[in-house]
């Protein structure tokens, strides 16, 4: 299990290096959007579709009236809705495209992305930058070099490092809105799911 | 297209026989329930579970505070919610089990099937009879006979009979629901996800 | 309940009129296609994408390899895939991205629509016109005349007549399929999902 | 953002105590069913469901024949197949069910739980210990202790430490399944949906 190990100081490694460096004026930006909207949508495809869902569930047991597009329920975005959008390359076609339908609505619109010259950074009002290696850098030139393979490939293929890095960054967010919404985790259990 | 022909007759011949048939009573009371309650939850496995998704989508249309057992955001079930559970043979392992935790939970429990005497009909504080040949009808006795298998099968497989009849059937509640609470089709187009 | 019953005699209506209109030669492609694919991809959005799951799951129980567009496992579409679309519009932003998408990878593409003029129309290798009041309808002017409203609304509002005619008249072409491929309900019983 | 920080240095500690002290056996013995196994199926409710998910989207990058239980397409589980538990109580109503379905079907069955006495535990062939406060731990006595609370709560609430761990880890299985089979980081960008 030599590999499941370095995986995991890699990846661990690379969280703490990405929150480092994060910017602290974005990600309080994240928090006052998410407190002050009316209600939150939240979209990815993908494995980035499935850290949206992970963040999209504690929202909901912090009684934030939450959706995730693509679930059976996903009403009208209006005027106050923020719509949040996960792409690392900031590129994937739907997810663009849903950002754009969003803001047309009158939504504010926030995305996490590896990429800030992405289409879904332009589309965006306000970007938090999740450094990974995202799907796209695979196709780009600098992939074979072995300075990049040696760091990122393959203990973190495709768009891992990203995809981990938001999940473990949106659950800070979780607990960061405890605090400012003085919730505790008694609230949330009785917000969680008892139909097994 | 012979058998499709043949199917599409089979089928809706049988679903206005169900509707027909219907009992009134229990039909008002499930409207009835719908109206009085504050949230709605929807479950069902497998095709059945896509005839109630379909349903919620509706409700959700109407501004019914709906949710679907298995989608990302489903809070705990609480006193004044209204559950309703669809399995034809009422024998569903996690339909059963979702439905008891939901009673236990104070909600109210609705249920579609074609078994009066199932599980599910004994959890239930209601039941809409819909009548079909459920999967379980497959393992019965009488279904080599000629008569069953003449009338039923194999124009309609397993489920479809219930599953089918029931979409039907919810789309009509929909309607009455529409015009008791005086409901346009404007109200539900403006409610319309307007994410593509 | 008498809008219920009216909702189940319009539907059921619809479903015999578009059956009785149907294209032979193209229902007949449509069981071509199906039969001479390696794989096939089933994609709608909201309701029509629940009708394609409904469809997909009788798919798999005959043995079809079948993936819906949205699920956890997706894999690439590659030439020799059948890509089944599903839009009563035609014009659903991204049904008509991922069909296009489909195409550009070597697949087949085949839609279900109201609407043989429409975007997805064009981009596919065959269709299936299924006659339907479309949620786009709702817009045009027509949809305030007597005539239409007295015949379509609000027994069945948005996509309803489509959704549900889509999903019977499938529910026709998988007792094709069986017929065609010699399938009794029991090959059918023993694919059905154990896991309940 | 004092939280963020604090959280993503608490989880990645958690992850890395968790991987040092990692069964070696045990590790290898999931490889080990993983290879020899036909098909996998993977299970888990709520977030652990997710992180399911997104495992079971990397396998079929890898080619592996697998399968979601909750995804449209679940056919019948068989003699052959692996069936994936992720539970961390090891108690949720519907995971024990469905992995004492599979193992009667004559799967084996592998589990990811914190609580190796729990009944997943008892049902599984083998399992994998990782380490977490589990959603169940809240309702414990000592979950009030300072000690408790200083350490994992309110930083990592409810089921948080274990989905995220788990995520990681199974990243890990990834990349080790990778060096294996002697796959590439092109060969699942090969097998990487291309409809977006």
Not at 61 to 71: A, E, I, Q, R, S
Not at 81 to 87: E, G, K, M, V, W
Not at 104 to 123: D, E, M, Q, R
């Amino acid at each position: 299990m030599e590999y499941v190990k370095k995986t995991v100081l890699e990846i661990t490694d690379h969280m703490r290096e990405v929150v480092e460096k994060l910017s602290e004026k974005d990600m309080e930006k994240m928090i006052d959007m998410l407190i002050r909207c009316q209600r939150v949508f939240v979209h990815g495809v993908g494995r980035s579709g499935l850290v949206g869902r992970a963040f999209a569930t504690r929202l909901s047991h912090l009684k934030f009236d939450v959706f995730v597009v693509g679930d059976t329920i996903t009403p009208a975005v209006k005027e106050g809705d923020l719509f949040i959008s996960i792409s690392g390359s900031g590129e994937t076609g739907s997810v663009v495209n849903a950002a754009k339908g969003a803001k047309k609505a009158g939504a504010k619109v926030f995305s996490l992305t590896s990429n800030t010259s992405s289409t879904i950074a332009g589309v965006s009002d306000a970007i938090l930058r999740v450094k990974g290696r995202t799907k796209n850098d695979h196709k780009k030139k600098f992939y074979t070099s072995e300075q990049v393979m040696g760091k990122h490939a393959p203990l973190s293929p495709l768009g891992t490092l990203f995809e981990d890095t938001c999940q473990i960054l949106l659950d800070g967010v979780i607990v960061e809105l405890m605090r400012k919404l003085r919730k505790t985790e008694d609230d949330l259990a009785r917000r969680h799911s008892n139909i097994e």
